[in-house]
């Protein structure tokens, strides 16, 4: 039997992104069926029934968060987090730039379970092609009324704004996306209150991902029992997973959920290149711990399954690393983006990002001292879980990763001068 697909269910062709190859593949039918035969609470009961978890990184049940929000606020907005920064995360690109449709669909569909009139879809600033595709397919869609005033000659009306960013990372943290909205830099908000109680210009909000979003057409169209029926029960649908790294076909494969990750690397993404043994995965996007490569025999894509190996599924950007690959350089690209990245908010982030930083720059420059390492680890228990939004975390985990599981090479190159690798990054 062919699996479901949510995404990869048609052709990309020259027009494929167009309104006229939309409704081929029958795009805007399933706000047909909700505007015309559904209730909005009819809408949220499909999505929560359809066990849809957010696919922006934290997985929080798409059904209960709509839950939270009191529909009957004289205002509720909706935000499209589509800001997509994460390294090795590139799958909100892809639907922008061939399903834009899809994703006003499903903007459509969960204003009117929602009860909102203006949503806003918050763009990466650095996204080009994405951000024209997204232009072009909403002047298509108000021009055929889809958008704007008394939808499909419907009571429901509902605008929807697109707002580019300033390509900082951290405003894909949804509490810095909204004060980024609403014109401030975008620095995140203490939580509680939480956005469902009090989010953009303090009224009730709801903030979902891209693929959430784009994912509902289906679950309307089919029903949210057929949708709870695909992948792993708890962790239930399709996802798209982007792989990048050392293997031969990187790219993005939508998947069931409970695919084996082995299987994806080595079928799906042809196996690594050169023909080199695997060294290690770092599953779910550059913050996520790094998996050795024999540790991910067992694992399948599905968020517990990642979890109990000892990492995260986060937004589902795998990242493959082979055999010959210094990590100790490796792992200081990845603490200078994070230490960038920091918006300077709160202390433990703002210095120990760029304290991480600093060591290690001075250990790939072969002047790392003895200490360092514990001085490091030292460094990330200073910061997680003592800031003010996540991205602290997402700056310590890899670094405590690492040392944890490749603890000799840095140590090597501590006490050598140089990469026990040939200081190559690359294989
Ligand atoms: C530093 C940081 C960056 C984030 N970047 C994104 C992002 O680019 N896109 C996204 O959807 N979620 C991002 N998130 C997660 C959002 O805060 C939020 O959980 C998500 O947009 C909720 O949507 P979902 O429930 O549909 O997953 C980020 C979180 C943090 C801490
Ligand atoms: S954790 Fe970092 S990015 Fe988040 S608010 Fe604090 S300083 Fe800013």
Redesign the pocket.
């Known amino acids: 039997m062919t699996e479901p697909r949510v995404f990869f269910n048609f052709e990309v062709t020259a027009d494929s992104h167009t309104l006229a190859a939309c409704r081929e593949r029958s795009g805007y039918r399933a706000l047909e069926k909700a505007l015309l035969s559904m209730a909005p609470a009819d809408v949220e009961k499909e999505v929560t029934a359809s066990g849809l978890r957010?696919?922006?990184?934290?997985?929080?049940p798409?059904g209960a968060?709509w839950f939270f929000v009191d529909k009957k606020s004289r205002v509720v907005y909706l935000c499209c987090?589509?800001?997509?920064?994460?390294p090795g995360t590139f799958k909100?690109r892809w639907i922008f730039e061939n399903s834009s449709h899809q994703l006003i669909e499903g903007v459509l569909l969960a204003a009117y379970a929602l009860n909102v009139r203006h949503a806003f879809i918050y763009i990466r600033g650095e996204f080009d092609l994405p951000y024209r595709r997204l232009r072009e397919a909403l002047t298509e869609a108000y021009a055929a009324g889809l958008a704007g005033e008394r939808i499909l000659g419907t009571e429901f009306c509902c605008d929807i704004i697109v707002h580019r960013g300033g390509g900082a990372?951290?405003c894909?943290?949804?509490s810095s996306l909204l004060t980024s909205l609403e014109g401030f830099k975008g620095y995140p908000r203490n939580k509680p209150p939480f956005p469902a109680v009090k989010g953009l210009y303090q009224a009730p909000t709801v903030?979902?991902?891209?693929e959430?979003l784009a994912t509902i057409p289906w679950i309307i169209s089919h029903g949210g029992g057929a949708y709870a029926g695909i992948g792993n029960q708890n962790n239930c649908g399709t996802r798209l997973f982007g792989i990048s790294g050392h293997v031969n076909r990187p790219g993005l494969y939508e998947r069931p959920t409970g695919y084996p990750l082995k299987r994806i690397i080595f079928e799906d993404a042809g196996g690594i290149r050169g023909g080199k043994a695997l060294k290690a995965v770092i599953p779910g996007g550059s913050s996520t711990p790094v998996l050795k490569g024999f540790e991910i025999e067992q694992v399948s894509l599905d968020a517990e399954s990642v979890i109990q190996a000892g990492s995260m599924l986060g937004?589902g950007g795998i990242i493959v690393i082979a055999e010959g690959t210094c990590m100790v350089r490796l792992l200081q690209v990845l603490t200078r983006f994070y230490a960038h990245e920091s918006c300077g908010q709160c202390t433990p982030c703002r210095e120990g990002s760029a304290w991480m930083d600093r060591v290690l720059g001075r250990i790939v420059a072969g002047q790392g001292v003895k200490g360092d390492l514990e001085s490091l680890e030292s460094v990330t228990r200073g910061i997680m879980g003592n800031t003010v939004?996540?991205?602290g975390d997402?700056a310590s985990m890899p670094v405590a990763s690492f040392l944890d599981k490749f603890r000799d090479e840095f140590a090597y190159y501590i006490e050598h001068g140089r990469s026990m690798n040939d200081g190559r990054l690359e294989v």
């Not at 987090?81 to 994460?86: K, L, M, P, Q």
Request: net charge negative; glycine share 20%.
């Open positions: 957010g696919r922006g990184g934290a997985g929080f798409t968060k987090n589509a800001d997509e920064g994460e909100d990372y951290v894909g943290e949804e903030i979902n991902n891209v959430t937004s939004c996540a991205l997402a």
